[in-house]
Every structure is written in C-alpha cells, then in structure tokens.
C-alpha cells in the first residue's frame, strides 16, 4: 500500500466505558474516525457527549477506571490495543501529541521552559542537550513567539497565557507527530489572542503536514480550522463529513439543532431569535435505546427511530454520513427551527448614568528601592473617564478582554468596590460612594447581578428554594415564610423550571438549570438593573440559546435595564441595543449594535470583530491579528492604551497623546488619532455572503 | 435544558435522612480497613451506653483477697473475674466498660468544644482577612509552639482541681470529676483548637471567592450570616473526616494526662489511670496493665482507620 494512503489514525467501532460503583457506563459508542495524513478533523460536541473520552481513548491513557471495550484503534496501520505499555510511550509526546485547554496546567511551574523542551527530544530521541536547545529555538520561533532565547531561559508564570499555549503547542510539535489532539486549546485565551493561535494551528498542517484533530464545542473555529468534521451527540458520532458539507447540507436534526441556537450574524432576539434544543442530554444510563437524540427530535417516529440506528452514507455526497434513518425524508430547505417573534422593547427614561467614573486601585511597594525613589504607591487605573447611559428596558453590553475593568465596573455598581470619583446614578441616585452595607434593601434589591460559573453561584450546602426564599425576605419582597415560599415557587415559574426544584440541592441542576436559578435570584426582588457578568459562556450552545431568550422575556416583563458583561462579540451582537467596548480601563468606542459592528470602527474593534469565530461559510472577514500581547494594567503604554498593538498607529502622536473622543454622529463615541474620513472609508470587517445552496442558515 | 416544564414523576425523590445515612454506612462497607475501625469505634459505644444492661461488678467495689488477679480467675462467690482484678481487688472488665463511658464522654465534649473555638477562629481569620488573621494566626502558632504535653501541664497544674483556684471552686459545692473535666476540656481546647483553625482558615480562603459568596455579599448579608450560613457548611466535608483523627489524639492525650494523675480524679474508672494504678507492681501487674492500654489502643485504631476509610470515600467520584 501506498504511504500516503495509510490513515494516520483509524477508530473503528470504538466503544469506551468507565467503570464505577454502579457498574458500566459507556460513555462512547460505535465510534468511527479515520484522519488522513495532513488532514484536521474536527469533533465538535457538547459537554457530556464524550469527545474528550475520544482523544484520551487514543492516547491509550484512560485512567484507572475506564477501558476500550470494543473495537480497534489503528495508528498507523498498527492497532494501539497490541502494543506494550514500552512502546506506547515511546509513541505518545514523539508520534502522537496532545494539547490541553489550561496552559498553565499542562506546564510544570517549577521548570525552565528550555528543561521542559528538551526534555522531550533527549527521551525520545536521545540527541544531546545542545542539538535539543537548537531544536527548541527552531520550533518555538515556527509558532512565532517573540525572542525564543529569552523564551527558553523562563519560567511558565513569566509568560502571558497566549504564549504559553504558543509554548505548549510547540512542546507537542517538538518530535515532528504525525498526529496532534488538540482539546479546546483556545477556550481559555482572550478573543485576540485566540485568533492568533488559531491561525498558528491552521497553519501547522500546512508547514509540518501533521494531521489534527481538534475539539471543541465552537462551531466557527472548526470551521476555520478543519478540513472535515465529526459532530458527536451523547456518546456517537451523529455526522460526520467535509466542513463545507456538513455546514451548508446537514442532515441530522441535532446538527441543526446546534445551528439554529448559535447567533449568527442575521439573527435578531426580536424578529428572529434563537432555538433552543428541547429537552435535556440523557444520562450515560438512561439513553434511549434507539435513536439517542431521539426524545429531543421533531421528526422521531415510533416504530423506526427506535432501535439501534447505522451511521448511514448521504445519497450524491461522497464522505458525507448522518446517523438518522430518516435523513432523506426531511426538507432540509424549508424545516428550520422558529422561536416565537415578539415585539422590541422600547427602552424608556434613563435608569443608570454613569458620568466620568474612575475607579483607582492603589498599589503599596514597600521595597528599599521604592522607598528610595519615592515610588512607594502607585495607582492602577481600573477605570479611566467611564461615560455611558443606559435607559429602562434596554440592554448594554461591556465588551472587553481581560484586564479591561469591566469586573472591576460592577464591582463598583454593586457596592462591592467604592469608586474613585465621578457620579454613578441609579435612577438619579449617586451609589458609586455607597457601599452594599449602607445601602438600604430597596436600593439593594434594585440593583442586582447574574454570576458567570453556574457552578459556583449558589450555594452547594443549602436547597434551590432556601436560596430563593432568602433572597426574597432579605430584600423585604416577602414578610413571612408562607409569602417567601409563593413567591419562590412563583419565580420558578418566571425562569421556567418546576416548582419541585425547590427541594433539591444545586448539585442535581445541570449548568444551564443553575444558570436559571441564578437568574431568579437576581430578579427576585424589583430589579431596575441587572449586570449579567457572562451569564451564558460557561454553557453549551443549546442551553445558551434557552438563557438569553429567557433573560429576554424577564427584560420584557420587568422592564429591566440589563448591563450584559461579555468578550463574547456574537452574543453581544445579538443581545444588546447598545455597545460600549473597553481596553485597559477605557472606553475605546461606544454606540448603537448597528454603529459598531459597521464602519467606521475603532481599531480595536475593528480587531475584535476578526478575532470572533462564525461558523458561516458565507461569512467572509476581513483578517486582522493583533501583534504582541494585552499589556497588563498595572503598567498601561503611554499615550493611546491601544497603541502597542494597534495595526492603524499613525506615529509618535499615539504614543505621547491621549486620543480625542470623537462622536461619528447619534453619540457613536470612537476615542482614537484616526483622521474622521480615514475612520469613514473602513472596510466592514463581517460580510455576509449569498449561500450556494438555498438551505443556508440564515434565513434571507 | 427545556422550555417547558419536567413532569413531576421525574424528579429523584429526596431520601430521608435516615436512609441516607444508611447509604453512608453501605459505602462504608467496601472498605474493610473502614468497616473494622466502624466495628471497633461501634463496639466501645456500645458498651459505653449499655455498660448499666451488662450484669457487671460495681467498678468500684474493692475486694481485699482478690488483689492483681490474673484473667479468668474465680472469685469467692464462684463468679469469675473475666480479666483479673487490680492493685485494689477491683473488677478490670467492669472497670474497662464503666472507663469507657468517662473515655467517650469527655473526649468527645472536649472535642466538640475545641472544634466550635477552632472553627470560629478559622472562618473569621479566613474570611476577614487582614488584621483579624493576623491576630488569629498569631495567637494560634503561639499555642502551637508549645509542646502539647508542656501546654497540657501548665494550665492543668495552673489552673486543675489541685491549684488554688481550682480548690476554690471546689469549694463551691461543684464535684471534683466535673473540674477536672473542664479543664481538661480547656487544655485541650488550647492544644487543638489552633490547628483546628488553621485548616478551616485555608478552606475559607479558597471558600470565600466563590460566587454564592459574592451573591450573599451583595444582597447586604451581615459578614456573621456569610461565616456561619455560607461558608461553615461548605467546609464540613474535610472537618468531619480531620474530626474522627483528632477525637483519636484527644483520647491519648486524656489517657496520658490520667496517667500522670492529671486527669479525673481517683476513684474513677480511667483508663490512663488504670495503667499508672498498678504500674509500681512491676511484672506482677501485667495483666492489670495490659487490659486498659489495649482498650485505649483499640479506640484509638478504630477511629484512626475510619478517617481513612472517610476520606477514601469523600475523595471518590
């Protein structure tokens, strides 16, 4: 046989379980994959679906308590299942590499960079200290990290998150693998610095010709990524085929499901907001036995989706297979998940005026040389000259990476953190100067917020409906125990979930359910605003869709001004009416949704807007990848906070001045040296594009 | 995740509390190391409660024929002495089992009482940061700097039913045994508390950053409320298993504290006491001796074993 013919990696029927107390659990089934040599594959699925069972399962390292308990793993034409433990290492971390999606985990903090690389060539291949120094340098100037020498004389902790991810990709690429797992190796990494490793890893199949397969539950970065693409539900590959194919003509309902409750350009909370997938993964033990997406299907019929179904090949598309017997009897051109159509809220009187807020964090040095130089405290600025409105029923979304202050924003309007000067206004009200313990429980309740990680939201000692009753007596909405428990029943109702819930512990919630009661909690009194600090992106893309809409209809109801806190471009461009983005402590541009994401741009924004993954293929984008890293906010450049990385600097000007803040008409602020008719004759950065095929995803 | 509403039959049913402390012990039964110490731990409870039910010996009748009988010997009445007697002709079997119900008591009071001081030391320290730890933790590694046996001899011998205090409230009418129990209880509070309080400060640390923290604090809950209600529970997990050892420790250094005649006073039936009673008989008191040091080791062992077994199960799935 031919070299090139022989796939790298071959799995087939492969099935995985873990063993526990209460016996098996199979957490992967009848799976099937073949990488070619050169090729990137993606597995895109949502938590709990076994993808990254998968990736362990082919380094052949499960663990204690889990097994290949069927079929074969191929690499290389040699099933994995023969070898001895001795040459399975000596294949993982030379011929197979992985990269996990914490950097700072995958490093060892305590060793130089250069011990940590060479050490991979001196054991795998045995060459001496100098020629894997060499080697070390080469590799980590081909992922293009700045300075490889200063690089290798580091310790992990001295390098930004971005460049050790760089560092952990080039350790993985060291020993020249024919095949490289990535799982999700950018979820942990700022916008920005994304798209820069991104772009490194599309192009390392090019430069090195090792194959990938790489994980992740973010449709838009395998589509930039990958040749073709593995969508997995509930421990099975659904479907399975070229990128193009599979976006543009997917033929199992789960996939598009999954579409349908992304926010793709086009989509619109009002005229056409997202769909949920109904329904819930089932448990590893109670799949259902035939079709597993199944109970969550609209086209499930008794007597065929319920046993066991193939993966099936797609007629007159080659390399295209869905698992769905009745793939070609659904009209994919016209069945599109619909949410219901409501009517925009019309935002009412300002609620919350922010007027040159600041926010100074004070640092004390108490070294000899900072008392010499009399440098003994320095401030940080957090938040810089902070100016923006936001009006009753209306969103507003902060964007920023991290580092920008957008944290430390909320923390001021909840009282956490007291500002520094400059007005805070809730309702005519100054609060930046009133700590949450002075402020009396209507104010309190007035003012609430919805937590990022639903997993550290409530508290796992005490019951759901406790949680709730809590809040609500606090905040003086029930007088006693028999009110506190209709209302709380009564808010259950508002986020959806049954009132049975009341009894359980956080723990028997699943993350989006959390989410909801998180979101209960902080319209449990009458709250004028609410901040919601990434509410949704530490959630699978279905339960996402399901928590903004249901923000939404709260919004609606309540009346509430809502103050979204996000990095996530896609979901802002969906949720919010008006945008404020932040670096560094600043407010680089501020305007409507519509002002921002379309010229004339901020350079940052301009930036930003490339950085985000679509996972369209009739979305074109302008390619823009910052240089350098996030400057830390402890030591800001001079001048324009931007200017370090900015592609459109003009000159000296950006480094020495602040720049203007400039209003491009309707209070669409852009503070930047930019010339106004150079800002105006911007390129957009998103373009959206005709579909080849009618079936496109957005609905035109 | 649905838009509509789960039918009720779905829900798992919240188990009652016995049940699931039922659950606890089946767990349990899979470690046998764990099931043994469960065995021994069980075995002195039960004697402690039931030590009235047993047709037992007054343990502290003295019997002048019978002094430092070997095991299995008869008495005059034709009973047998199950494991000898002692320097006094007292019965050792009744002794052990009446011992055992002073042993439990007052270790797991004095336990108890360490644990309250210790864990509301550790979540202020951890919690309010700042001048509060440095206070705590100070004061903490100050105690922790003495040997614990030293520390126990300076307030025993300061402040025991043989000082002038504590003979001043004796003379209050308040009995000798309750005395020296508190201060044992104080001594040992001083000696465990500390440590006590530097684990809980090093769970609240982490504890306190998490978000349900951030939530109690911005809906205006009082810094005692977020101590008590939200972070002491949460903590529970790692205390209850450090709990099991240190009643273990707390039982040694009563024994010990007995033996050096510091502990609850004569005639009471203590097992430190017991072995240091007959210790100047030499060779001829080795089985008066041998009786209580295996009762003590036996408790000790069995708690021992089943903190591991605790953490091995707290540390799985």
Redesign the interface.
Known sequence: MNAAQTPVLECKNVSISYF??AGAIPAVYDFNLTVMPGEAVGIVGESGCGKSTVALAIMQYMGRNGAITGGEIKFMGRDMRTMSQEELRKIRGSQISMVYQEPMASLNPSLLIRTQLTEVLIVHEGISEDAAYKRAVEVLDAVRLPDPNRIMNSYPHQLSGGQQQRVVIAMALLSNPKLLLLDEPTTALDVTVEAGVVELIKDISKRFGTSMIYISHNLGLILETCNRICVMYSGQAVEVGEVKQVFDHMRHPYTRGLFSSIPLPGADRFSRPLV?????LPLPRDRPKGCTFGPRCDFFEAARCDKPIAMLDIANDPGHQARCVRYNEIDWKRYRPKGLEAEPIIPGPPVLQIRNMKKYYEIRDNSIAAMISGTKSRFVKANEKIDFEAREGETVAIVGESGCGKSTFAKVL???EESSGGEVLVNGQEVGHLP??K?P?GL??S???V???PF???????SVGSQIAR?LR??GVAKNRDEAERKTYELLDLV???R?FA??KPR?L?G??KQRI?IA?AFGGEAAVVIADEPVSALDV??QA??T?LLTDIQRKKRTTLVFISHDLSVVRYLADRIVVMYLGRIMEQGTTDEVFSPPYHPYTEALLSAVPIADTSVTKRHIVLKGELPSPMNPPPGCPFQTRCPRKIGAICETEMPPNKDMGNGHMIMCHLPDDVLRAMEPVIKVGRHESEESNIAH | MTVTSVPATEMPKRRPLLLRILKSITLLRESYVGMFGAVLVLFWLVMAVGADLFPLRDPLAQSAPDLLKPALSLAPDGTTYWLGTDDKGRDILSRLIFGSRLVLFWSVLATVVAYAVGMLLGVMAGYRGGWWDEVISFIGNVFLSFPPMVLFLVILTNFGPTSSMGQYIGSLGVGSTVVSGVIIIVAITFGTAPQVARIVRGLVLDLKTRDYIAAAEVRGESPLYIMLVELLPNARGPLIVDACLRLGYVIIAIAVLGFLSLGLPPPEPDWGKMIAEVRGFGAMASNAMIWPAMAISSLVLGLNLLADALREISLRD
Do not use: W, Y
């Not at chain 1, 550290?456 to 005490?462: A, G, K, R, V, Y």
């Open positions: 526990t107390r949920p997938i109904r329904g819930q909840m009282g956490l949450v313990r402020r429980a309190i309740s003012l609430q917020i937590f990022q990680n550290e939201t409530l508290n796992p000692s005490h809040v606090k905040f959806k979930l049954p049975e009894d359980r028997q699943s989006g359910q998180g909690r279905s339960v399901a928590v809409g």
